[in-house]
């Protein structure tokens, strides 16, 4: 067993290094190299589902340093594994699907390398024992995201993108650095599993218990892109489309809400749990009705992974694990399926992402459409697909914790219902209706069965199939029973205002769009609308503070003072000492060599002199 | 070998390099190259046979019956390891020096450095550890002197003006600690434990601030290495400035422990504020090498903080990030001077777009420039973590503002890369040619499997550094 997970941790690295060298001139060998790795990572992964008795516990230690040690354990438990199995499955087929995605570019060897090195940051950061190993694979993941996301470093807008994917999430990711050394010093260990039962037992000082786990929760927004640290989220769409579906499906965004789950019961000890919830509920108010009214395919799905992974966190808030953590788990599916359908929706049409230039694609791209239909309705929480349950989850046990049911309940019910809302129109203005854009709509191509669609398939019958051991997953995730919590009409509300919204948006988008344009042009409308679009200007602001207050004050400043205060003082001793030399004539020259040999002679005659004087 | 060879030894090469190395460029290369691999290989030894705690004797030469000032060589695991950090540096130098101008000269210079910095390290006279001190300045004022930019004048002079004056200070010092004890020898002033060591300690602090450099004494090291060219800036920043923080430790916080504690404050306030400063000026800098230079202040910054911790895991992580910096800087100036020299500009505007044209030598920039900003799998993250944990061991939970120390970090290393390395291509860019040396790139490989390979394996280096303090910890001494 522990030579499996150390061969799990290391392949990947092996496999980027591999994809990285042997395939410098052949981009199919680079490819291949990676497909045989996920498969292994997956097989691997799902050896270790089968065979599972007991949590994994391997522990190690990294290195000493004066009286301290550095752990870097290894632990695989239920939650270890559900993760794993996400990141090395969906990775697998987001490989896969690359094969033609990325069939064209002249550089997969270098792709290849960066994507195995993505899921390996992964597979490392859940299943670390400690929190530096956590640490080290979640900044690994953070550099692997930034290689990517600027993948196409050539042109500016993706380029612009990764600086700054890697400050928002590295801006989170100090507080996570500030909380190791903070929970060395106030516990002295860096096990999580020890840390929850520590936390349990009130053997820890209660403030700082929860300054740290808000210090993590910091790192897990930024992560886990939400308010106010999303924008990089919606640049990273400059990424190719894989490299979405892998950071939103497989790995990079699950991170955020894997910490707090794994620190689960600190969490609950620090009662910080709300903190989450209230952050969350906010989160998933703005992604979703930003969503609403995104012009690029790409965009629409990113705002709904904000909103979903904030639902997810409001699952965790509110007090349940399993709530959340499924909700996660179905998220991961539908989102990856999503996605690269997408994906394969904006190859077939040349790299179109803005839908209004799309429409009717339905009748060329038609299992597109319809496994990207089957994500829809997982994604807007129709039952029997698994999006309903952990979705009805979340909303009805924020409204059974007496702390969160009012505003909280109230954000996270209307996400739910928007979620009908921004998915329908995303599909309906891609698949049905005419096409707007003729020209287009005649050169669209269609994907090949084996590389594109076939992992839609498989993850549209994930989604559904999911819905069915909902509460196996629950269980696997919380370690425990798990009981379905029960709000009386909420499942009637839900269901009438989702069908509501989905006549609404099909009347709005397919049977009149002239009506579309009409509420558009209103002035109050194009307000709200340009507010919306812009995700609430959190990006201009946070723009405004780097550039007006670090740059302009604080660096300014320090500048201002070295030229004019230090450096001045320093010239003008340099003028006065050229004076004085210049008096003794000899090194007027402004040889530094004359300079230093006359000096170091003066030392040594001084010196000399006060030896022979403390000597007589 | 008798390490008067490796102190002496390499002044009588210099002359002979200098006298008869015209026209024999290969082989003053390979000669100088020798010798630096040589003092590695004696300083391993040295490493080999030293014992677990403690010291070596290496004999005393040269001795002033009456004064009690002799050439007194020791060695113990602190001295060993900047002998191996300062010998491995030279190597790495002289290959990245490989198609320098006016060779033989340029080696012999090298060569006659190598001299005085193994003295220093050796030396626990403070008399003969003075005048190794200053002597290592004179080689290095003749290769930024002749070899550097335009400005160099300029900056020779700052340079020279700033290390008189802190070597002054110094030198006053030492002879306020020979009237205090009547000795020079550094084991003795620590085991007399001088009565009235107040302005001692502040003219040794001032004076080895100078050379760390610890703000506000900082102004010298922009400059000088602007001016200074690529393989001395690395000497500059990889050996002179070690030297510095080499002797805070040696001779401000172990020569002088009881007023190192009662003013551990003041170290650790210039440290914070020297790592914050320092990264501003970086944030701000448009000036490629320039930005290099304040982010080595700000590290240097970094390692202060950790002196100040005055404890056995804080020293270790000091000298730990004292070669973690060595290390990353390294090859960041290296490829900051190569680049000016193919494009003739400093300004990060000209360029971009390097990656399409250097995929190469931007990778090891890239890489270097991740272990700047402390990322994990590499050196420098080490470094960050364990100072932040001392530090935090020593004064308490508001020393997490380290950690936003990183973030300032991440700021001006991506927008560098931003700059410089990724985006469209410049028209500068473009039209350079960025075809490098082989033995000029070998270099660079070294210090990037280096970066990675002590980030991966931390306890190859902190075995020998946790060696070094561990005897004093244990008499209580930390």
Sequence with gaps: MTTLVLVLLILPIIGALIAFTSGLKKNALAFWTAEVTGTLLFLITLILLVDYKDPIDIPMRWFEFGSFSIPFGIYIDKLSLVMLLIATGLGLLDIHFAHDYMGEDPHQPRYYAKVLFFIGGMILLVSAKDMVGLFVGWEFMGLASYLLISFWHQQKDPADAGVSAFLFTRFGDIFLFAAIGLLFYLTGTLDMVKLNELSQAGKLDEEMMFVIAVFIFIAAIGKSGQFPLFPWLMRAMEGPTTVSALIHGATMVNSGIYIVARLFDFYAAAEALMVVATVGALSAFIGATSALVQRELKKVLAYSTMSHLSIAFVGLGVGSLAAGMTHLVNHAIFKALLFLGVGAVIMSAHHVKDMWRLGGLGKKLTWVALFMGMGVLSLSGIPPFSGFFSKDAVIAEAILNPGSAGLIATLVTIAGLLSMAYIGRLWLLTFAGEPRDKGLFGKVTRPSAFWIVLPLGIMAVMTLLMGFFQEHIAEMVSNGPFEEPHVAGLFFGLMSGIVLLALIIYYYYVKRPDLTEKIAAQPLIKTIHSILFNGYYIEKMIFWFAHNVIIESFAKTSHWVDQHIIDAAVNGMIGLSQRITHIFGYTHSGRVGDNSGAMTLGLLLLLAAMLTGGAV | MSPLFFIFGPMVLAALVALYGKKRDTIVKFVSLALFVWMLIYALELLAILPDSGYLDLGSYLAVKDFGFELTLQVDHLSVVMLILTSVLLILVALSSWTMKRTSTYFALLILFAGPITGVFMSTDLLWFFIFWELTLVPMYFLVGIWGAEGRIYAAVKFFLYTHVASMLILLAFFLVYKETGTMNMTLVRESMLASPVLIWWLLFIGFSVKMPIFPFHTWLPDAHVQAPAPISVLLAGVLLKMGAYAMIRMVVLMLPGQSAHFAWVILALGLITLFYAGFMALYET?????????????????????????????????????????????????????????????????????????????????????????????????????LIAAIKSYGFWLILIALGSMIGAGYIIWTFRRVIYGEISQTVRKSDFRMDHVEFAALVIFAVLIVFFGLFPSTLFDVINAAFAPIAAQGGL
């Design chain 2, 287 to 387: 000036h490629l090498k320039k930005m290099v230079a304040y982010s080595s202040i700000s590290h240097m910054g970094l390692v202060t903080v950790a002196i100040a911790t005055l404890s056995y895991s804080g020293l270790s992580a000091a000298l730990f990030e004292m070669i973690g910096h060595a290390l990353i800087i390294s090859p960041l100036f290296l490829i900051a001077g190569f680049l000016h020299h193919r494009t003739g500009s400093w300004q990060m505007g000209d360029m971009g777009g390097l990656m399409q044209k250097a995929p190469y030598l931007s990778a090891i920039f890239v890489l270097a420039g991740l272990a700047a900003l402390g990322l994990p799998g590499t050196i420098g993250f080490v470094g960050e973590l364990t100072i």
